[in-house]
């Protein structure tokens, strides 16, 4: 049986940058799961790379067939918004593993639906002030930097990985993403025990 590790971290501790290494790395062979939204297509997307783009509808049959396995919906200036995650034709559990970025949230919604057996996390760290310094650095480089959402992000990490909501979920073991190639070896080290 394959494993579903998901990472899981604070605001720039890193989440997508191992991820992606993670992903890229042949020895591992961990699968990607595509997410779905509701929300348009943007201009430079492609259906099936960021998200499956499908309808209202469709969400509604795949709720009713019971592959929802998370989901999220967005109050936007556009209407309701919805990303959530899929049981769908593309995952094969019996012969792959997989990596995925998970909030708490997502985490356990995705423990009830998959099982403890299956689910796997990764929980990332990075100290404070270096986080939130990582954090400017990268919205600088932004068009429009928001600097406003980064604070307000900043600030609700405290209460959303609290130690009293981890502990809750069932995450003990952390990787401190100090120094990035020391930290993915690490982490390789640990999933390849599970494979
Ligand atoms: N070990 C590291 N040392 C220095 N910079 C790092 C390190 N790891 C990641 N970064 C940088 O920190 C920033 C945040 O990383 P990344 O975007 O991967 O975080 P994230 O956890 O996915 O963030 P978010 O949840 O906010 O989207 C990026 O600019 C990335 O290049």
Redesign the pocket.
Known sequence: MGKIFCLM???????????KRLLEDQELGLQRIVPYTTRPIREGEQEGVEYHFVSEETLQCLEQEGRVVELRAYDTVCGVWKYFTVCDEHMNLEKESYAV?GTLESWNAMKRYFGDQVMVPVY?E?EDGERLS??L??ER?QATPRYTELCR?FLADTEDFSEEHLKEAGIEMRFQ????DA?ISRIKLFIQKYL
């Open positions: 971290g604070k605001s720039s501790t890193g989440k997508d940058t191992i991820y970025i990332v990075v990582r954090a650095v990268r480089q992000r993403n100090d120094a990035l930290c």
